[in-house]
């Protein structure tokens, strides 16, 4: 089993604790910012960062649908890091400053994939997948905070 990574980045134009704070809401902005691929979201314990439990259900193909049951810390300023109880996958948010009333926020994902040919494929083809899902998010997380 190798480790699988998918990354994607967006500069947004709101300062970094805007975004950050809005993307740690899980209880009130989360779920307005996931795209179509989550479904059966649910805060199931706090709802504001630290120490908050929240599930879904993330379809990353037409056949393929995990579902999620995260545990969320802030290890750090800037940092927001969901840990999924059902598999290895962890997600980590990073937003920092860039610029004058800008940030940048990055999302990178790894988990332990398969071995053989299909753990191949999922090395070869998961991280885009799952990049563009995460660039969906990071979207509706610019146009979020871009309104304010």
Not at 5 to 24: C, G, K
Not at 42 to 65: F, I, M, N, P, Y
Request: glycine share 8%; charged share 30%.
């Amino acid at each position: 089993m190798a480790q699988v990574e998918a990354t994607t980045e967006r500069i947004i134009a709101a300062d970094a604790e805007t975004v950050f704070d809005t993307l740690a809401d899980y209880e009130n902005s989360r779920a307005k910012l996931l795209p179509e691929h989550f479904s059966e979201y649910e805060v199931r314990e706090g709802g504001d960062g630290e120490g908050t439990v929240v599930h879904w259900k993330l379809q990353a193909t037409s056949k393929r649908v995990r579902d999620c049951l995260l545990d969320v810390t802030e290890p750090t300023d800037g940092r927001l890091v969901e840990k999924d109880r059902n598999s290895s996958m962890v997600t980590t948010w990073t937003v920092t400053p860039a610029g004058e009333g800008r940030s940048k926020a990055v999302v990178t994902a790894v988990w332990k994939g398969a071995g053989g040919i299909g753990g191949f494929f999922e090395k070869t083809f998961a991280p885009k997948g799952l990049a563009r899902i995460y660039d969906a998010l990071l979207a509706n997380l610019a146009a979020e905070v871009e309104k304010k």
